[in-house]
């Protein structure tokens, strides 16, 4: 009868890690090691989601919905865009005040509601080599982007696939009413909004011929929902137009939630570098995007900052619950400890 066991030169080396007789540390859990812990995280939380929350309540924000429902000024540009894919241009005015002032930085944001970006065919209908300037990409688009990835002609498209061709082209202008009742115009500050990775790294436009992008894109179209062509996102410099412009970048980075905001400006120069003021405004809106046919909102947001960012309260509340959860399982913990350690004695 042969044996069952392995050859000799199948068996694993007789050392300590291969024969596992390596040293190994077991903690023993006690009432002395674990109550501390429960009570020392839960203290810990509570008092760093004290201060989340705080902090938060402290930023000053203000919606304006210019979706165009109802007696809305927008609505009669909202009834032009209803079931267009490319609505006619179309321009309305909101006029709000603000009764505090809001100290510097501002941030303006846009919010879309009902917008489902995590969509798994929406989110990776785009070509990342294409979006970070490898050569060959730009007229050889990804599969991915179907259907938005050539033309009926075969020119490919440039950025191609869906999220790139539903990029929000609404835009804003703010001013300031005086009390002589002429408006002062609210610089917005559209440089440096978008992450620093995505903007020096992820993104970046094909290399120039003969010192123009125009050139470098040739052979290529825009996407069917632009206006423009991508090298004509700006102003025309090369460092914020094309793939690298900094809307276009924000708008790239998919949201998780079916309602999200994005950064679309930041007040902090001229005559607001250390404050929004109080007072009267007038918002001109150019309203160029549709989202009645899917049921969408739009919405712009005037928002503070503090040193967690911007506004959000569920961070400080999920902090103080898992904090009181802990604090609470401790004293759970102490009170069977207390009951039953009469029976840890007798043994």
């Known amino acids: 009868m042969a044996s069952s066991l392995p050859a000799a030169h199948h068996r694993p080396d007789n050392?300590?890690?291969?024969?596992?007789?390596l040293p190994a540390w077991q903690p023993l859990l006690s009432a002395g090691t674990v109550l501390p812990l429960f009570f020392g995280l839960g203290a810990a939380f509570v008092?760093?989601?004290?201060?989340?929350?705080?902090?938060?309540?402290?930023?000053?924000?203000?919606?304006?919905?210019?979706t165009g429902l109802g007696h809305s000024p927008c609505a009669r540009c909202?009834?032009?865009?209803?079931?267009?894919?490319?609505?006619?241009?179309?321009?309305?005015?909101?006029?709000?005040?603000?009764?505090?002032?809001?100290?510097?930085?501002?941030?303006?944001?846009?919010?879309?509601?009902?917008?489902?970006?995590?969509?798994?065919?929406?989110?990776?209908?785009?070509?990342?080599?294409?979006?970070?300037g490898v050569a060959g990409a730009l007229r050889s688009p990804s599969e991915e982007c179907r259907p938005y990835q050539k033309y009926s002609n075969g020119t490919p498209i440039a950025p191609c696939g869906s999220v790139a061709n539903?990029?929000?082209?609404?835009?804003?202008?703010?001013?300031?009413?005086?009390?002589?009742?002429?408006e002062a115009k609210v610089p917005l500050d559209?440089?440096?909004?978008?992450?620093?990775?995505?903007?020096?790294?992820?993104?970046?436009?094909?290399?120039?011929?003969?010192?123009?992008?125009?050139?470098?894109?040739a052979g290529t179209a825009r996407p069917p929902n632009w206006p423009l062509a991508a090298y004509q996102l700006d102003n025309g410099t090369l460092n914020d137009t094309g793939f690298v412009n900094e809307d276009f970048i924000i708008w790239m980075r998919t949201a998780a939630l079916p309602t999200f905001r994005k950064l679309y400006s930041r007040i902090r120069l001229?005559?607001?570098?250390?404050?929004?003021?109080?007072?009267?405004?007038?918002?001109?809106?150019?309203?160029?995007?549709?989202?009645?046919?899917?049921?969408?909102?739009?919405?712009?947001?005037?928002?503070?900052?503090?040193?967690?960012g911007g506004k959000n309260p569920f961070l400080g509340i999920t902090f103080l619950v898992f904090g009181?959860?802990?604090?609470?399982?401790?004293?759970?913990?102490?009170?069977?400890?207390?009951?039953y350690q009469h029976l840890n004695k007798a043994d």
């Open 324 to 339: 009181s959860a802990c604090i609470l399982t401790g004293f759970v913990l102490l009170a069977v400890h207390i009951k």
């Open 78 to 132: 909202a009834n032009l865009s209803r079931g267009a894919r490319r609505p006619p241009g179309c321009a309305c005015q909101l006029r709000f005040s603000l009764d505090q002032d809001f100290p510097a930085p501002v941030c303006l944001y846009y919010q879309l509601s009902h917008y489902y970006q995590n969509n798994r065919r929406y989110s990776v209908s785009r070509d990342n080599q294409q979006l970070s």
């Open 47 to 66: 008092a760093l989601g004290l201060g989340l929350h705080f902090s938060s309540a402290t930023i000053r924000e203000l919606e304006l919905d210019y």
């Open 190 to 217: 559209k440089r440096g909004i978008s992450w620093w990775t995505d903007t020096n790294v992820k993104f970046r436009n094909p290399e120039p011929i003969n010192g123009s992008l125009a050139l470098a894109f």
């Open 15 to 21: 050392t300590a890690f291969t024969q596992q007789r």
């Open 166 to 182: 539903s990029l929000f082209n609404d835009t804003f202008e703010l001013y300031y009413v005086l009390n002589n009742g002429t």
């Open 270 to 308: 001229g005559n607001f570098t250390k404050e929004l003021p109080r007072g009267n405004y007038s918002l001109n809106i150019a309203y160029n995007y549709p989202v009645l046919s899917f049921g969408g909102r739009k919405k712009v947001i005037l928002s503070t900052l503090s040193w967690m």
